[in-house]
């Protein structure tokens, strides 16, 4: 019988993923500590520029030139750490550092001298012809194209239309700025617009005057170059400057008169003609008045073109409509109706959702009348009884008297009030209270003449004292109530109103959907043919220029960003990825430009600071002799020699970086020629980064790292191993002794354990400075003090040793003690051998634990020498940046140490983990 085998794909691909994710930070952390650009957060987890200068820098690091002129500085003024040393200790570092600045120089320049001999040069790059092999590869890539390009071409042959073409090519021509040549001039031969000819004619007179103003400029100079008469240069000068104010795209009269023609041309050419013989002087003449004119033609011209422009630009959504057609117009005027309607349809929405608003609170505001109304209308009901028996007695006056027109008026009022409530259907709590009102003030009315001709009958007076109290009573609220009305007639015909411009604009709407649903096909093949006659405009300009062969710059630029951008929107190709070839080159250049300007820069701060060196070297030992004695001078070279580094090195230094970066992305995307100078570029950018560690600004972070590394493990060996001796003993009597107060002593240790120690930092921080004052190396500052503080949170590790000194079966301790051992026998040669897991498990944790502690570490060490490792590595973040190739590489050196004790007491973590942690 075959046995099947499972197959546990899904247990396989979520154990690579757990892995993968638990992983990557470890494989982050490395890859950042070796980078050389320190881009951490790179889209490429690798990088081809790696460097170990992170590690070199913490391990052994290397004073910069910077650093180097304030060492020198510091020792000179026997300040900070050489305020104690003696003078031929002092003059000894100096010298140390001082033949290290000049071995800085020297490596420096030969940096400088190999990257100006490297084929990142101008003169290498042109020996090598990587211009011509970037023509050779674009030159390929434009036959590709081209004939893509044709292909395409004479698919869309058939769906050519000489109307929308010319649309196409005149909102193409909308997004351009006017020119006698290139893209614009392509596109305005297509367009089939009256305003398009003229345009084109008067571009066509515009280049005429172009030329005309260069040929005139460039015959005035060679007239003038055979006389001598004042500011010559500075005139010859000038008007080899006339193309920069008149051009392709256009003319800059106004400047070009005040800047050239009044300050020079004709200030200085005028005294000349003075000078000149007649005849040559009005020839001269004439050449430098017919500059002028024609640069004042040239302007009046473009105007015209620009105004003509202007005007051919307004009339493109005109001439679209009629090249489209009706179907299309409907649609677009449709549309923009619905897009209205919709914007419409929302503030109306909005409008009827506050009215509605507001008719709840018009609501919630009469309500505030009911704790009167309800018992007014109570009382008149019981009111009403009473009169009613009254007027049923014997003595009754049948004679009726005048009736009281306050009490006619105020029921006349509450009339009004429930026919507003009628008219506006609130007939709610509040209606039926005041209908009942006004039901038993009609009552009333109804009888008033009768109430009053009786009013020396007892009952009758005191029910007509409390009605018109009761009436009064009401006035108290019956004028809000009409106010409350007033308002509520305004909202609920802003709410009619409003509902009903709702349901005509959603009826439109809908209209308008169905219109836009059944003309969409329509409207979205005319769409297509017109964006095929817009394709083909298009691809009909880079067909033009693909067919031109690349032999210089200009043409390869001409061709990627016009052609290029067009092949990559229709051909579905990524731009940057197409044509590297180019961009490569490119980049090239602009690294190749950075590094000759930085180059240049840096060899004048060398050339100058090592002058300041030399001064420095023939006075500096008098200087330090002088301290020596007392006398408090001070040298301005220190200043000097800063000043000059700080005006030097960010200049250089952003070319360089720079440069760098440019290496970088020709390394990571490289073109089809560029393979064979990675090598070199690899080398270029070696030296770029070797100079920056040479001139950059080290912070004193760098020069106390292993320093801190040792503070730390120091202070973590001296808390594990107190804690595990404190511990132990401590945990032991817990395990094997019987005593009044053993069971509150352990809750007590666990409720110990249950706090923070952060909430005990002021009073330990009180403690150690009171300590201080006594016992200094047991005060703030000290690693001595530091060690006194983490030695106190033990009470865990006593509950652990204790679970484990209970697994140790007391028969070995007794059969010890009948053979005459003490107690402290028993524990230190029988019980602490067996103990050796669960001691090492304490000694690991403890350890790694306080090398990594922070806050308290930074609150009670201040002095940079006595730092540990955690607080350290807080420098490499800055406030604003954070150096993360330092950063990643200081992280993994600092868990060289908790490794290596890990490694050495690996054996006894398991058993002691699981034994510990299990009450026998």
């Given at each position: 019988m075959a046995i099947e085998k499972k197959r546990y794909w899904l247990r396989h691909i979520i154990l690579i993923i757990v892995i993968a994710v638990v992983l990557f930070p470890m494989v982050w952390l490395i890859s950042t500590s070796i980078r050389r650009d320190q881009a951490a957060f790179s889209p490429h987890l690798f990088s081809t520029r790696i460097t170990l200068q992170h590690y070199k820098n913490l391990l052994f690091p290397e004073r910069s030139v910077q650093r180097l002129i304030l060492d020198i500085q510091e020792a000179t003024y026997k300040l900070g750490r050489f305020r104690d040393k003696s003078e031929k200790s002092i003059n000894k570092t100096v010298e140390k550092y001082l033949d290290k600045f000049e071995a800085l120089m020297s490596e420096s320049k030969q940096i400088t001298s190999n990257l100006t001999t490297s084929f990142l040069s101008r003169e290498k790059a042109h020996e090598l012809d990587i211009d011509k092999k970037m023509f050779a590869a674009l030159n390929k890539l434009r036959e590709e194209d081209l004939k893509q390009i044709s292909d395409r071409l004479n698919e869309l042959k058939n769906m050519e239309n000489e109307s929308m073409k010319s649309v196409a090519a005149l909102e193409i021509l909308s997004l351009l700025e006017p020119s006698t040549n290139g893209d614009f001039a392509f596109f305005l031969n297509i367009v089939n617009l009256q305003e398009a000819f003229e345009l084109k004619a008067l571009l066509t007179n515009f280049d005429s005057v172009r030329k005309e103003i260069l040929d005139t400029a460039t015959n005035l100079s060679s007239l003038l170059n055979d006389f001598d008469f004042e500011m010559k240069s500075e005139v010859l000068e000038s008007l080899s400057r006339t193309p920069e104010y008149i051009s392709e795209n256009g003319v800059e009269y106004s400047q070009w008169r005040k800047n050239e023609y009044f300050k020079f041309i004709r200030k200085?050419?005028?005294?000349?003609?003075?000078?000149?013989?007649?005849?040559?002087?009005?020839?001269?003449?004439?050449?430098?008045?017919?500059?002028?004119?024609?640069?004042?033609?040239?302007?009046?011209?473009?105007?015209?073109?620009?105004?003509?422009?202007?005007?051919?630009?307004?009339?493109?959504?005109?001439?679209?409509?009629?090249?489209?057609?009706?179907?299309?117009?409907?649609?677009?005027?449709?549309?923009?109706?619905?897009?209205?309607?919709?914007?419409?349809?929302?503030?109306?929405?909005?409008?009827?959702?506050?009215?509605?608003?507001g008719r709840l609170e018009v609501r919630e505001s009469m309500s505030v009348a009911v704790p009167i109304l309800i018992p007014e209308s109570e009382k008149l009901r019981s009111l009403k009884s009473l009169v009613e028996k009254a007027l049923e007695g014997p003595d009754l006056n049948k004679i009726e008297a005048e009736k009281p027109g306050e009490l006619v008026a105020f029921h006349n009022r509450l009339e009004d009030i429930i026919a507003s409530l009628e008219k506006l259907g609130y007939k709610d709590d509040i209606y039926s209270t005041l209908f009942n009102i006004k039901t038993d003030f009609g009552w009333f009315a109804e009888r008033a003449g009768l109430l009053a001709a009786n009013i020396r009958n007892s009952e009758i007076k005191k029910a007509l004292e409390v009605l018109d109290a009761s009436r009064i009573n009401l006035l108290r609220v019956i004028p809000d109530i009409e106010k409350v009305l007033e308002d509520a007639e305004s909202i609920e015909e802003k709410i009619a109103t409003t509902?009903?411009?709702?349901?005509?604009?959603?009826?439109?709407?809908?209209?308008?959907?169905?219109?836009?649903?059944?003309?969409?096909?329509?409207?979205?093949?005319?769409?297509?043919?017109?964006?095929?006659?817009?394709?083909?405009?298009?691809?009909?300009?880079?067909?033009?220029?693909?067919?031109?062969?690349?032999?210089?710059?200009?043409?390869?630029?001409?061709?990627?960003?016009?052609?290029?951008?067009?092949?990559?929107?229709?051909?579905?190709?990524?731009?940057?990825?197409?044509?590297?070839?180019?961009?490569?080159?490119?980049?090239?250049?602009?690294?190749?430009?950075?590094?000759?300007?930085?180059?240049?820069?840096?060899?004048?701060?060398?050339?100058?600071?090592?002058?300041?060196?030399m001064?420095?070297?023939?006075?500096?030992?008098?200087?330090?002799?002088?301290?020596?004695?007392?006398?408090?001078?001070?040298?301005?070279?220190?200043?000097?020699?800063?000043?000059?580094?700080?005006?030097?090195?960010?200049?250089?230094?952003?070319?360089?970086?720079?440069?760098?970066?440019?290496?970088?992305?020709?390394?990571?995307?490289?073109?089809?020629?560029?393979?064979?100078?990675?090598?070199?570029?690899?080398?270029?950018d070696r030296l770029l980064f070797r100079n920056n560690q040479i001139w950059m600004p080290k912070e004193s972070t760098y020069f106390y790292f292993t320093k801190w590394i040792m503070n730390s493990v120091i202070v973590a060996l001296m808390v594990a191993l107190i804690s595990v001796t404190?511990?132990?003993?401590?945990?032991?009597?817990?395990?094997?002794?019987?005593?009044?107060g053993r069971s509150q002593g352990l809750l007590f240790l666990l409720l110990i354990q249950m706090f923070p120690s952060i909430m005990f930092m002021i009073a330990i921080y009180a403690l150690l400075q009171f300590m201080g004052n006594y016992i200094p190396f047991l005060g703030l500052n000290s690693l001595s003090g530091l060690i006194f503080v983490y030695s106190g949170g033990i009470a865990f590790n006593i509950w652990l040793i204790k679970g484990y000194f209970d697994t140790i079966p007391d028969t070995l301790e007794e059969s010890a003690m009948i053979d005459g051992a003490t107690r402290f026998q028993t524990f230190w040669r029988i019980v602490l051998p067996l103990a050796r897991p669960i001691l090492a498990v304490i000694a690991i944790l403890t350890f790694m634990g306080i090398f990594n502690e922070f806050v308290m570490a930074r609150i009670f060490l201040q002095d940079?020498?006595?730092?540990?490792?955690?607080?350290?590595?807080?420098?490499?973040?800055?406030?604003?940046?954070?150096?993360?190739?330092?950063?990643?590489?200081?992280?993994?050196?600092?868990?060289?140490?908790?490794?290596?004790?890990?490694?050495?007491?690996?054996?006894?973590?398991?058993?002691?983990?699981?034994k510990g942690a299990v009450k026998g």
């Amino acid at each position: 019988m075959a046995i099947e085998k499972k197959r546990y794909w899904l247990r396989h691909i979520i154990l690579i993923i757990v892995i993968a994710v638990v992983l990557f930070p470890m494989v982050w952390l490395i890859s950042t500590s070796i980078r050389r650009d320190q881009a951490a957060f790179s889209p490429h987890l690798f990088s081809t520029r790696i460097t170990l200068q992170h590690y070199k820098n913490l391990l052994f690091p290397e004073r910069s030139v910077q650093r180097l002129i304030l060492d020198i500085q510091e020792a000179t003024y026997k300040l900070g750490r050489f305020r104690d040393k003696s003078e031929k200790s002092i003059n000894k570092t100096v010298e140390k550092y001082l033949d290290k600045f000049e071995a800085l120089m020297s490596e420096s320049k030969q940096i400088t001298s190999n990257l100006t001999t490297s084929f990142l040069s101008r003169e290498k790059a042109h020996e090598l012809d990587i211009d011509k092999k970037m023509f050779a590869a674009l030159n390929k890539l434009r036959e590709e194209d081209l004939k893509q390009i044709s292909d395409r071409l004479n698919e869309l042959k058939n769906m050519e239309n000489e109307s929308m073409k010319s649309v196409a090519a005149l909102e193409i021509l909308s997004l351009l700025e006017p020119s006698t040549n290139g893209d614009f001039a392509f596109f305005l031969n297509i367009v089939n617009l009256q305003e398009a000819f003229e345009l084109k004619a008067l571009l066509t007179n515009f280049d005429s005057v172009r030329k005309e103003i260069l040929d005139t400029a460039t015959n005035l100079s060679s007239l003038l170059n055979d006389f001598d008469f004042e500011m010559k240069s500075e005139v010859l000068e000038s008007l080899s400057r006339t193309p920069e104010y008149i051009s392709e795209n256009g003319v800059e009269y106004s400047q070009w008169r005040k800047n050239e023609y009044f300050k020079f041309i004709r200030k200085y050419i005028t005294k000349l003609e003075k000078e000149l013989p007649e005849d040559v002087s009005e020839k001269i003449k004439a050449v430098r008045e017919s500059l002028y004119d024609s640069f004042k033609a040239a302007d009046g011209g473009w105007d015209n073109i620009e105004a003509l422009y202007s005007q051919l630009k307004e009339e493109l959504e005109a001439v679209k409509a009629k090249a489209l057609g009706t179907d299309y117009t409907d649609y677009i005027t449709a549309i923009e109706e619905l897009s209205s309607i919709d914007n419409e349809i929302t503030q109306k929405q909005k409008l009827f959702d506050q009215s509605l608003e507001g008719r709840l609170e018009v609501r919630e505001s009469m309500s505030v009348a009911v704790p009167i109304l309800i018992p007014e209308s109570e009382k008149l009901r019981s009111l009403k009884s009473l009169v009613e028996k009254a007027l049923e007695g014997p003595d009754l006056n049948k004679i009726e008297a005048e009736k009281p027109g306050e009490l006619v008026a105020f029921h006349n009022r509450l009339e009004d009030i429930i026919a507003s409530l009628e008219k506006l259907g609130y007939k709610d709590d509040i209606y039926s209270t005041l209908f009942n009102i006004k039901t038993d003030f009609g009552w009333f009315a109804e009888r008033a003449g009768l109430l009053a001709a009786n009013i020396r009958n007892s009952e009758i007076k005191k029910a007509l004292e409390v009605l018109d109290a009761s009436r009064i009573n009401l006035l108290r609220v019956i004028p809000d109530i009409e106010k409350v009305l007033e308002d509520a007639e305004s909202i609920e015909e802003k709410i009619a109103t409003t509902q009903k411009s709702l349901i005509e604009l959603k009826a439109r709407k809908e209209e308008l959907e169905q219109k836009i649903a059944d003309s969409a096909d329509n409207y979205n093949n005319i769409l297509e043919k017109y964006r095929t006659n817009v394709e083909i405009a298009k691809l009909e300009y880079a067909q033009m220029i693909s067919k031109r062969n690349i032999d210089d710059i200009t043409a390869a630029k001409t061709y990627v960003e016009k052609a290029g951008e067009v092949v990559s929107e229709y051909f579905g190709y990524k731009y940057n990825e197409r044509y590297r070839d180019f961009t490569w080159y490119e980049d090239f250049v602009e690294a190749q430009d950075n590094i000759a300007e930085g180059t240049s820069v840096l060899n004048d701060a060398i050339s100058e600071l090592r002058i300041h060196e030399m001064l420095l070297k023939e006075k500096i030992y008098d200087y330090i002799h002088l301290r020596f004695l007392g006398t408090p001078v001070t040298l301005d070279e220190f200043t000097v020699m800063i000043a000059s580094y700080n005006k030097y090195f960010q200049v250089f230094n952003a070319k360089y970086q720079r440069a760098s970066r440019k290496i970088s992305d020709l390394l990571d995307y490289p073109s089809s020629y560029s393979s064979q100078y990675n090598q070199q570029l690899k080398k270029i950018d070696r030296l770029l980064f070797r100079n920056n560690q040479i001139w950059m600004p080290k912070e004193s972070t760098y020069f106390y790292f292993t320093k801190w590394i040792m503070n730390s493990v120091i202070v973590a060996l001296m808390v594990a191993l107190i804690s595990v001796t404190v511990a132990a003993l401590a945990a032991y009597p817990f395990s094997r002794m019987r005593f009044f107060g053993r069971s509150q002593g352990l809750l007590f240790l666990l409720l110990i354990q249950m706090f923070p120690s952060i909430m005990f930092m002021i009073a330990i921080y009180a403690l150690l400075q009171f300590m201080g004052n006594y016992i200094p190396f047991l005060g703030l500052n000290s690693l001595s003090g530091l060690i006194f503080v983490y030695s106190g949170g033990i009470a865990f590790n006593i509950w652990l040793i204790k679970g484990y000194f209970d697994t140790i079966p007391d028969t070995l301790e007794e059969s010890a003690m009948i053979d005459g051992a003490t107690r402290f026998q028993t524990f230190w040669r029988i019980v602490l051998p067996l103990a050796r897991p669960i001691l090492a498990v304490i000694a690991i944790l403890t350890f790694m634990g306080i090398f990594n502690e922070f806050v308290m570490a930074r609150i009670f060490l201040q002095d940079i020498n006595k730092w540990t490792y955690a607080v350290g590595l807080q420098q490499f973040s800055g406030r604003f940046e954070t150096s993360w190739g330092p950063f990643t590489a200081a992280a993994l050196i600092g868990a060289i140490p908790m490794i290596t004790f890990f490694l050495i007491l690996q054996d006894y973590i398991v058993g002691g983990l699981t034994k510990g942690a299990v009450k026998g």
